[in-house]
């Protein structure tokens, strides 16, 4: 069965420093993975997503991650944290190869950025 | 940037009550999707539904739930006689192909009293 393990429930960091999201997955094959992003009072928005293409994957918003089959992680990354990237965001794997149904949320981190 | 709308954004209703929660997909999208997060805890898969009927529910979706798509464009989430547990954040979503992106509404938190 498919998971994924959000490390941090909280990260706080001070603005222009780097942002790091730790993820981990189990998976019995080769998953989708994607990073999903809530501000206050809104949606979940795709930052990006991972389909066995290129190991590192560019999102929105300067945000990446990198795909490590040996680690099975999926870390965000964000070189300089900005004030608006304060939220919550969501590790996520797709039983699916490729797909997107029935998606299985981490527990979240939600990430602070002080000035 | 179209998007997923959810109505109403705050629902409170008393247990045993049938409840009705509504979302209008993105107009051009085939599938059609309802999460769930309680609070404190993940985000939970409850329907996916495809070509007029349910293509994938889990173990949450038992028979106290129905989804509904009685027009061109909306899609209800019902649940028909309310528990203490159905309190929740409720998100709809869709997509337009079953490898494409998900895009998520606002939510709607249900709170049963």
């Known amino acids: 069965a498919q998971s994924v393990t959000q490390l941090d429930s909280h990260v706080s960091v001070s603005e222009g420093t780097p942002v790091l999201l730790r993820c981990n997955y189990s998976s019995s094959y080769s998953p989708s993975l994607f990073w999903y992003v809530q501000h206050p009072n809104k949606g979940l928005q795709l930052l990006l997503k991972?389909?066995?293409?290129?190991?590192l994957v560019k999102g929105i918003n300067g945000f990446e991650a990198e795909f490590k089959k040996s680690e099975t992680s999926f870390h965000l990354t964000k070189p300089s944290a900005h004030m608006s990237d304060a939220a919550e965001y969501f590790c996520v794997v797709s039983p699916l190869s490729g797909g997107y149904n029935k998606l299985i949320f981490g527990a979240g981190t939600r990430l602070a950025v002080h000035p | 940037e179209p998007e997923v709308t959810q109505t109403p954004s705050h629902q409170v209703t008393q247990m045993g009550q049938e409840v009705i929660l509504r979302c209008v997909p993105i107009?051009?999208?085939?599938?059609f999707y309802w999460y769930r997060q309680i609070l404190g805890q993940k985000v939970e898969f409850l329907v996916s539904?495809?070509?007029?009927?349910?293509?994938?529910k889990s173990e949450i979706f038992d028979d106290q739930f129905s989804v509904e798509r009685p027009d061109g464009s909306n899609f209800t989430l019902k649940i028909r006689s309310t528990k203490l547990e159905d309190s929740a954040m409720y998100f709809c979503?869709?997509?337009?192909?079953?490898?494409?992106?998900?895009?998520f509404g606002n939510g709607t938190r249900l709170t049963v009293t």
């Open positions: 991972y389909t066995s293409a290129a190991t």
């Open positions: 107009s051009n999208h085939l599938y």
């Open positions: 979503a869709s997509g337009t192909g079953f490898d494409s992106p998900l895009h």
């Open positions: 539904f495809y070509n007029n009927e349910i293509s994938e």
